[in-house]
Nanobody, 126 residues
Framework: QVQLVESGGGLVQAGGSLTLSCAHS????????MGWFRQAPGKEREFVAT???????????SYADSVVGRFTISRDNAKNTVYLRMNSLQPEDTAVYYC????????????????WGQGTQVTVSS
């Protein structure tokens, strides 16, 4: 059973930055595609970013159009951790951010992810 624990959320002013972290409990972290999703009040959960599994070859990444150029997803297999660096944050980025994992190909579809964290709140004030 994989457990995911997010951290790094908080309150930030518009234009500011935050880095979210997600710790993966499994021993085969490098074989999991990892993703970040978010859910704002009254809205459906939406894709933010994903990074492919890798045991040495280059990673593949994908971003939602709304975060391209502002957010960066990365992973450190030695630390079993995936990160989401968020720059130029805007009030519309306010949401609960969730980390997710799946042992398969790169995907942006929430239903294809098997494991989810509890979420971390990001609030951007104007």
């Amino acid at each position: 059973q994989v457990q995911l624990v997010e951290s790094g959320g908080g309150l930030v002013q518009a234009g500011g930055s935050l880095t979210l972290s997600c710790a993966h409990s499994g021993r085969t972290f490098s074989t999991y595609t990892m993703g970040w999703f978010r859910q704002a009040p009254g809205k459906e959960r939406e894709f933010v970013a994903t990074i492919s599994w890798s045991t040495g070859s280059p990673y593949y990444v994908s971003y939602a159009d709304s975060v391209v150029g502002r957010f960066t997803i990365s992973r450190d297999n030695a630390k079993n951790t995936v990160y989401l660096r968020m720059n130029s944050l805007q009030p519309e980025d306010t949401a609960v951010y969730y980390c997710a994992a799946q042992s398969g190909k790169l995907t942006t579809a929430p239903y294809e992810f098997s494991y989810w964290g509890q979420g971390t709140q990001v609030t951007v004030s104007s």
